[in-house]
Nanobody, 115 residues
Framework: QVQVVESGGGLVQAGGSLRLSCAAS????????MTWYRQAPGKQRELVAN???????NYADSVKGRFTISRDNAKNTVYLQMNSLKPEDTAVYYC?????????WGQGTQVTVSS
């Protein structure tokens, strides 16, 4: 059974930084894709960034140049370093692990950016 646990959310002022972590428990040969999504109140869940086992990354246009996704394969952990945060980054951030054609989700971590 795969469990996914996010951490690192909180309240920060605009212009500040936060680092989110997501750890997947279980036995893996290799996790093909690890993704951060977010969902703001009244809005649909949107992709923030993802990273593949090759190290290739993708970012939403709204976070390019401000957020950096990385992973530690030995720890089955993915990180999201968020800099220059804006109030519009306020959302619940979810981690998604894609493994063996299945998606596993964490419970989400709240990020609130005050103006």
């Amino acid at each position: 059974q795969v469990q996914v646990v996010e951490s690192g959310g909180g309240l920060v002022q605009a212009g500040g930084s936060l680092r989110l972590s997501c750890a997947a428990s279980g036995t893996f040969l290799s996790i093909p894709r690890m993704t951060w999504y977010r969902q703001a109140p009244g809005k649909q869940r949107e992709l923030v960034a993802n990273i593949f086992s090759t190290g290739s990354t993708n970012y939403a246009d709204s976070v390019k140049g401000r957020f950096t996704i990385s992973r530690d394969n030995a720890k089955n952990t993915v990180y999201l370093q968020m800099n220059s945060l804006k109030p519009e980054d306020t959302a619940v951030y979810y981690c998604n692990i894609n493994y063996r054609l299945r998606d596993f989700w964490g419970q989400g971590t709240q990020v609130t950016v005050s103006s």
